[in-house]
């Protein structure tokens, strides 16, 4: 139904920066928000930033200041700008897809996740 392609993650040394993208496609008609989770080893998955129809944004205190979200509506693809990196970043960071499909009614979808690694 839907299809989640993330990219961007890597390996880094702190202060440098990431960008990560995640483009969904399939039988879409129409997406609520994007947004992306990290779970760090041994912790839970937590939010880290969501963008909302309209361009509504929400970050995590821990990335205030650091990381933007954004969203391409015509390609179904939102971005994850991550500056000023630090070691407690590092984690798998999932994306998130809230939406509606030919088959579905609002639904969550959950991509892969890709590694995002910090180095001091």
């Known amino acids: 139904q839907v299809q989640l392609a993330e990219s961007g993650g890597g390996s880094v040394q702190a202060g440098g920066s990431l960008r990560l993208s995640c483009a969904a496609s399939g039988s879409i008609r129409s997406v609520y928000k994007m947004a992306w989770y990290r779970q760090a080893p041994g912790k839970q998955r937590d939010l880290v930033a969501q963008?909302?129809?309209?361009?509504?944004?929400g970050y995590a205190d821990s990335v205030k200041g650091r990381f933007t979200i954004s969203r391409d509506n015509a390609k179904i693809t939102a971005y994850l700008q991550m500056n000023s990196l630090k070691p407690e970043d590092t984690g798998v960071y999932y994306c998130?897809?809230?939406?509606?499909?030919?088959?579905?009614?609002?639904?969550?979808?959950w991509g892969q996740g890709t590694q995002v690694t910090v180095s001091s």
């Open positions: 963008i909302i129809n309209g361009g509504n944004t």
């Open positions: 998130k897809v809230t939406a509606t499909t030919t088959q579905r009614s609002l639904a969550d979808y």
